[in-house]
């Protein structure tokens, strides 16, 4: 921290996995060649592209917050330690659980869906060239030192692992030493890539080292009875404002951004090493202080910001609300059934655009550094060569891995980035239910499948909770549910201060009745597939593991696979008390501020033959059927119902607000059942 924001932006961060922070990332140590048109041809196998040096403002105008870095420039003042501190370690279980409901209790949920505003992931990003936020050099005058010998860093703080994304960049060897103080070719890259991760895994032992010095150095210290202070930037020691003083504050208007900024990284110093700083305050109050700072200083309401904060350790939590006021680089998804990349990529380079191939885990994908025309209205966008689509779009669809000639559902499709990647990854064989109960938005759809030359799809609308009613018996289905876009706030910041408590309770109710009609959809006999890809474009638990682990709980004739994706975070297993399936790690979490790409979230599930009691062609949804025997915490089984009698009114206000939008009467609703 300690850096202001200079309002200068710098060109997009690759989307390879982002470096740790204390290491030089592969984008901003290296520049890479120009890439001329003539050297398109060989796209598939090589990649050079000139990164943008021109800085530029972002599309308001207005300085993004100044950078945080909470890990290395705070100073520590070693001192006797006057009391022994109340609170343990660090650790998730002292942050207060507050009221977060048991999101299993389905049965208990009364509110509709009506004025729910979802996320509706558009995938016609703005043309141009993304734009990242210059944070500034070490001459700031607000920098502070350094700590010279020991990091401040939680031990609940994992370093964001380096990712491989293919099996090819672990396993070969050869020249990794390639030419490494030259440029960077299409030629090299593929080996300086190598090197680097090697550089980068060796850097981790390194600092993996430290840490544990670090970590036994604390334990003498502790023997000695000593403690640190943090001293602020003008060498006063941080105090935490009281509640009153905090009131104070606010009477007068608010803290000035400089104030919030230094508070942030106090506390964030302090809770990273609260056993030997947090003094006389608890761990509790110092996080409340921070969460308060966060809303003010990113403008999230206080609910959001704490739920967000909880998911991770306290300076990745920073790190990631800093990610979301980047934009995430502009990417293509070429559509292999007009064109092949390499084509593409030279008749765009011809065009003026700067680009270069994603990553290694997709064949399809270029991502757009800088571009003399707007990239969503050249001939070749408009002719179909191209899909304006956000990298993390493309996963859930690598997940589901559809095969030539097969029976797809995408149950909530529009406008259409996924369906569409799938109706060319089945080469136009087979078909592809596109449904999405938004009627308006299927015409979004319906353009996007005619322009990339989709000859096997079907668009309809229903509610996907009507499914397999409609329509059952597929090889695959896609739910890319409908969600809060806690993944996306880089493009929209409204979710920043228009999601509350209730928004999330709709959501994951309406995401689980979601996973369990798209699960009956299946075919569970099919020859090439029985999978469905669950994913959202949000990093909340509620809306991901606990999604999840409710469909595996509700229908035992499914079970987790590997996503085939190569990278990204495991599933959490257990969160705040809840515990989940062992099994969930085998979904995959993709942050902003670790991969630089849109907060996502992919499960794959194989399904297998219905059990007894939803036998194979019955509707396993249909009210108060047992689909199921489950174990209770107490060790007792009872029946698996679909709660469909409890989400009558929900499903009854679905079907009316479908109704209104077909231009159909609705008639009165009807009268809650009353028990005698
Ligand atoms: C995340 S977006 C889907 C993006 C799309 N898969 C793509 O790649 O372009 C979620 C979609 O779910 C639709 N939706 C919301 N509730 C639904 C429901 N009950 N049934 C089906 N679709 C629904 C929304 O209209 C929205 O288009």
Known sequence: MGRRARNKQGPPEPLEPLEPRSKPSRSSSKKLGKRKADDAGDFENEASSVRPKKKTKDASGKAAPAKLTVTQTKKVVIKRKPDSDNDSADGWEDVDDGSEEDDDEIDQFTETLDDLELEEDDDDLDAGPAQEFDFGTDDEDDEVPTLPTRRLKSKQMERPAKIIPTASDASSSDSDSDDEDGPITGANIEARSRAMDKKASEQAMLDAEELQRAELDGEEDDDDGLAMEVEDEDGQIFVLPTTEEREEEKKRGGPDLLTVQRRMRSCATILGNFKKLGKGRSRNEYTEQLVADICSYFGYNEFLADKLFQLFPVDEAISFFEANEVPRPVTIRT?????????????????????????????????????????????????????LQAASSFLPVIALAPQPHERVLDMASAPGGKTTHI???????????????????????????????????????????????????????????????????????????????????????????????????????????????YSTCSVTVDENEAV????????????????????????????????????????????????????FYVAKFKVGKRTKGAAAGQVAAADGEAVGIETLADGTTAEVRFDEGEDSKILEEAKRRSMRAKGLKVGPKSKPATTS
Not at 372 to 383: D, K, N, Q, R
Not at 428 to 444: E, L, Y
Request: aromatic share 8%; net charge positive.
């Open 548 to 599: 999840v682990d409710y469909a595996l709980r509700k229908r035992p004739n499914v079970k987790l696979v590997d996503t085939g994706i190569g990278f990204g975070r495991e599933g959490m297993t257990s969160f705040r008390g809840k515990n989940f399936d062992p099994s969930v790690r085998l979904t995959r979490r993709f942050y902003p501020h670790v991969h630089n790409m849109d907060g």
């Open 335 to 387: 559509n292999t059934l007009r064109t092949r990349r390499r084509d593409l990529a030279q008749v765009l380079v011809n065009r003026g655009v700067t680009l270069e191939p994603i990553g290694k885990w997709t064949n399809v994908g270029l991502q757009v550094f800088e571009s003399s025309v707007p990239i969503g209205a050249t001939p070749e966008y408009l002719a179909g060569h191209y899909m």
């Open 423 to 533: 109706a060319a990854l089945l080469q136009n064989t087979g078909v592809v239910f596109a449904n999405d109960s938004n009627k308006a938005r299927t015409k979004s759809l319906a353009a996007n499948v005619h322009r990339l030359g989709c000859k096997n799809v079907v668009v309809c609308s229903y509610d996907g909770r009507e499914f397999p009613k409609v329509l059952g018996g597929f090889d695959r289905v896609l739910l890319d549910a409908p969600c809060s876009g806690t993944g996306v706030i880089s493009k929209d910041s409204s979710v920043k201060v228009n999601k509350s408590i209730r928004d999330f309770t709709l959501l994951s109710h309406l995401q689980k009745q979601l996973i369990l009609c798209a699960i009956d959809s299946i075919n569970p006999n099919s020859k090439t597939g029985g999978f469905i890809v």
